[in-house]
């Protein structure tokens, strides 16, 4: 006769997972939840840029997106944090153009080519998310919660003008005369300067940051 006591239960108990497939499931959501906050982002990208950090809040941006306000506030703590997902995922994207157009450069000139037409190009096609760009490393100084996130922005900037710089320094065979940061103060100001025109009409705004840009790139190189 069996006894009841020794009968062996723990095949009716489902058996947890162990720590790998935990932690692989573990991985899988949280990049769910990233992806998903790209893609909020992206859609309300737009919204905000044409508004700007001060006449934007969750729930104007939920109108103008297919996305309603608790959607919003479930994957952003608030407007500061979707702005700032917003602005580093566009110029994330940005960097990555640049980083493809100085792959696909095999002399200095193609280089210095590419480069000044992609600054112009993007200065008007994307003209609104540039402005907001700067709208928020503007609010930066006054406000503590976007400090962080524009150095770390800025300082992505500066490694992809850097980049551009020292890929043209070797195709020309030609020594760099300045540090990262100038050479970025630099293609930062005039890219600053020629929006400004841009969206105030200015026709030749564009056309001048791409020669403008022609001219300053070998600048920052010597014989």
């Known amino acids: ?16 997972p162990g720590p790998a497939k935990a932690d692989r499931v573990s991985r899988r959501q949280v990049d769910k939840f990233a992806q998903r906050r790209d893609q909020l982002a992206a ?13 934007t809040s969750l729930r104007e941006i939920a109108q103008n997106t297919d996305f309603s306000h608790g ?7 608030d407007k500061v944090d979707l702005i700032i997902h917003c602005v580093k995922h566009y110029k994330a994207i940005c960097v990555q153009r640049y980083d ?6 095999d002399t200095a000139d193609a280089l210095a ?16 998310l540039h402005r907001l760009w700067y709208d928020m490393r503007s609010q930066s100084m006054f406000e503590p919660a976007f400090r962080a996130d524009v150095l770390e922005i800025d300082d992505s900037l500066q490694r992809m003008i850097w980049r551009v710089v020292t890929g043209y320094a070797e195709l020309s065979g030609r020594a760099l005369t300045v540090a990262p940061a100038t050479a970025y103060a630099m293609f930062d100001g005039l890219f600053q300067h020629a929006l400004l025109r841009h969206l105030s009409g200015a026709p030749d705004a ?12 070998p600048r920052l190189t010597r014989d």
Do not use: W
């Open 206 to 217: 564009l056309d001048t940051l791409r020669a403008e840009s022609l001219t300053l790139l």
């Open 113 to 128: 080519e590419g480069f000044a037409a992609g600054l112009a190009r993007t200065a008007g096609e994307d003209a609104t």
């Open 43 to 55: 859609a309300a990208l737009q919204t905000l840029a044409e508004l700007g950090y001060a006449r």
């Open 1 to 16: 006769m069996t006894n009841a006591l020794n009968v062996d239960r723990t095949a009716d108990v489902p058996v947890p």
């Open 100 to 105: 493809e157009i100085l792959a696909a450069s």
């Open 71 to 77: 959607v919003l506030h479930y994957y952003f703590a």
